[in-house]
T-cell receptor, first 117, second 112 residues
Framework: GAVVSQHPSRVICKSGTSVKIECRSL??????MFWYRQFPKQSLMLMAT?????????EQGVEKDKFLINHASLTLSTLTVTSAHPEDSSFYIC?????????????FGEGSWLTVV | GDSVTQMEGPVTLSEEAFLTINCTYT??????LFWYVQYPGEGLQLLLK?????DKGSNKGFEATYRKETTSFHLEKGSVQVSDSAVYFC???????????FGTGTQLKVEL
């Protein structure tokens, strides 16, 4: 089946630094990718929707200047957490919708654990 | 707003036991309902779905019925296997948008 890969799977960074998480669709082109965040014992929360070649659409309460999303190609979206703080420590998951597929066809990455110390 | 509530885990069962993971939802209109599964080290995968009331989604021996009257979509399997050990997420999508609303996930551990 279709594969979405995230890198890195785990990252530790120092407070105040920036960290980038990549989301790649390995065997299909994705016009739309989604970024989710999950805090311990809470639901996955949609952060933003990114469309290839255009600006991402952020959910209410998500700071677009802190969570920079770039979807520069049909197979790659990146999430950059800028000036990270310990409260940004979380599990980040991306998902991708193949070009031309119906609304319910979405493939998820394996997730990335971010720890800010 | 929309929300999904599912039972907390972890749920630990012996092989061949019956499984139920409860899921209830709150949404405007008539959402589509989903169960996703995440095996260790892998991404979430769609397990089954139902798009309207009384629909039953089924896959790999798992079933869930869309119950509008109780706003529920409980996941069941008659006989679990060790290979079913994973985290299960209930989710909904309301309206024609892209947004999936997830529950917190329930970890299932199946032991021999």
């Amino acid at each position: 089946g279709a594969v979405v890969s995230q890198h890195p799977s785990r990252v530790i960074c120092k407070s105040g630094t920036s960290v980038k998480i990549e989301c790649r669709s390995l065997d299909f082109q994705a016009t739309t990718m989604f970024w989710y965040r999950q805090f311990p014992k809470q639901s996955l929360m949609l952060m933003a929707t990114s469309n290839e070649g255009s600006k991402a659409t952020y959910e209410q309460g998500v700071e677009k200047d802190k969570f920079l999303i770039n979807h520069a190609s049909l197979t790659l979206s990146t999430l950059t957490v800028t000036s990270a703080h310990p409260e940004d420590s979380s599990f980040y998951i991306c998902s991708a919708r193949p070009a031309g597929e119906s609304g319910n066809t979405i493939y998820f990455g394996e997730g990335s654990w971010l720890t800010v110390v | 707003g929309d929300s999904v509530t599912q039972m907390e885990g972890p749920v630990t069962l012996s092989e061949e036991a019956f499984l139920t993971i409860n899921c209830t939802y709150t949404a405007t209109g008539y959402p589509s309902l989903f169960w996703y599964v995440q095996y260790p080290g892998e991404g979430l995968q769609l397990l089954l779905k139902a798009t309207k009331a009384d629909d039953k989604g089924s896959n790999k021996g798992f079933e869930a019925t869309y119950r509008k009257e109780t706003t529920s979509f409980h996941l069941e399997k008659g006989s679990v296997q060790v290979s079913d050990s994973a985290v299960y997420f209930c989710a909904l999508k309301a309206g024609g948008g892209n947004k999936l609303t997830f529950g917190t996930g329930t970890q299932l551990k199946v032991e021999l």
